[in-house]
């Protein structure tokens, strides 16, 4: 298992190659920085125990939109996702290749997402709260920030 997550983190913390023009790749390779972004939001859904059919679909469509996937390829990359949280011993693989990679307003928009999945069920357990700020503390979002996208996510999903 610590094999795993090492080889995990080796090959994250390598600067990616240019994608081709098309950015859906039919030989299953994802690009690390979504990979983590997709376990972040797979860790969040399933923080209450329970990962809904709405907290899936926020997440594919989120996936869809930012990522510009295609249905395949979105649930390609949820499975592996998946397979990386679980085998995973911390958030701290992913949180560090995100807040590594991505600038504020990127991390702005991780963040709406985020709090789009743990709101999508209409319920916020206290666990989900807690792991969200924990999350945005460990991508360098000041609770400000937070805030404002906590706010962001719930004006959008009305």
């Not at 098309?22 to 972004?37: K, N, R």
Request: aromatic share 6%; proline share 4%; with cysteine.
């Amino acid at each position: 298992m610590l094999e795993a997550i090492r080889t995990f983190f080796d090959k994250s913390m390598q600067t990616p190659e240019p994608a081709p023009a098309a950015s859906h790749e039919p030989d299953g390779a994802h690009d690390p920085i979504q990979l983590a972004a997709c376990a972040l939001l797979l860790e969040l859904a399933h923080a209450d125990d329970e990962f809904s059919a709405d907290e899936r679909q926020h997440i594919e469509q989120a996936l869809t939109r930012h990522f510009d996937l295609d249905e395949a390829s979105v649930r390609e990359l949820i499975d592996l996702a998946e397979a990386e949280r679980a085998r995973s011993v911390d958030l701290y693989q992913f949180t560090k290749l995100i807040a590594d990679r991505y600038d504020l307003g990127q991390k702005m928009v991780l963040a709406e997402v985020m709090w789009g999945v743990v709101l999508a069920d209409g319920e916020l357990a206290k666990h989900e709260s807690y792991l969200m700020r924990k999350v945005s503390s460990l991508l360098g979002l000041k609770p400000g920030y937070l805030a404002e996208a906590k706010r962001n996510a719930k004006n959008e999903s009305r």
